[in-house]
């Protein structure tokens, strides 16, 4: 019975997972779609001459807000952009989608662990946590020790611990649950951006047990390192599919897919 309630809950996961995809699909089209659309009409204007092209390759955004005062409508902020300035932000834009799917994705997966840890915990005193001895901690104090729970589980649940780093998609899983853990609370907190690379990098590696491995450190260092942006965009968790773009694109190390964390 316990285990076809776990089954349960995995689907339902799953299925929570399916649409977060979804969303990340349907940005992927529209985007694609956007850029298309605003890369001919770049083509259409460069017939034009240098005076001509600079006028309609420009435009103008006014911002405005409803003064509490007056109840007039005032504009607060204008922004000139050109067609290639509008084609960056739409891939910004993405990558703040992105960014936001990530950070669902994980809240799923915690609701995910937590459930499934006050299920076993019921006939398995083994598997709970030294503070919940007596079955006493609710689900929003769980949810703030899954580190400890999955802890628990890699040391009661045979196997985990192994096929966490040796599998057949050659990826260490642990590595990139600590790498959406941390990038979670970076996009939360810090607007999806950090100042310090290398300071979360080092974080990440020695939650995942790395940091002093000399065998594996280099290449979980460049794993990590690939979602931060560079030049304009240095320090930016970068998700999108193809961060070289050729119109319009994101400054990046390397290309990285998306599909690893997403």
């Known amino acids: ?32 779609q956007t850029i298309q659309d605003l890369y001919e009409k770049d083509k259409q204007l460069a017939t034009l001459t240098p005076e001509h092209r600079e006028v309609f390759d420009s435009s103008l955004d006014v911002f405005s807000i409803y003064s509490p005062y007056t109840g007039e409508n005032r504009p607060y902020s204008v922004k ?38 006050e299920l076993i915990r ?4 083994e598997f709970r946590l030294s503070k919940d001895s007596n079955k006493e901690l609710l689900s929003k104090d769980l949810k703030r020790k899954v580190h400890l729970i999955l802890s628990r589980f890699r040391e009661k649940i045979a196997g ?49 047990c790395l940091l002093s491995d000399k065998a594996r450190e280099p290449d979980a260092r460049a794993v990590i ?31 990285c897919i998306s599909s690893d964390l997403i």
């Open 122 to 125: 019921e006939d398995n005193p």
């Open 80 to 117: 000139k952009s050109t067609i290639k300035d509008t084609a960056k932000l739409v891939h910004l834009h993405k990558n703040r989608q992105y960014q936001w799917l990530l950070v669902e994705a994980y809240e799923l997966f915690e609701d995910f662990i937590v459930s499934t840890y």
């Open 160 to 208: 985990l611990k192994t096929i966490e780093q040796d599998n057949k998609i050659q990826k260490n899983l642990r590595l990139y649950l600590n790498i959406i853990e941390k990038f979670r609370h970076i996009i939360v907190h810090k607007n999806g951006k950090t100042s310090n690379v290398p300071l979360v990098t080092d974080q990440i590696l020695k939650t995942s």
């Open 225 to 255: 390192n690939d979602y931060f942006g560079a030049e304009d965009n240095e320090g930016v968790i970068v998700l999108v599919e193809k961060p070289v773009f050729n119109y319009g694109g994101i400054s990046m190390h390397i290309n």
């Open 1 to 32: 019975m316990e285990t076809q309630q776990i089954e349960t809950r995995l689907q339902h996961f799953f299925d929570q997972i399916a649409t977060i995809q979804h969303y990340q699909r349907l940005s992927e089209r529209i985007t694609k």
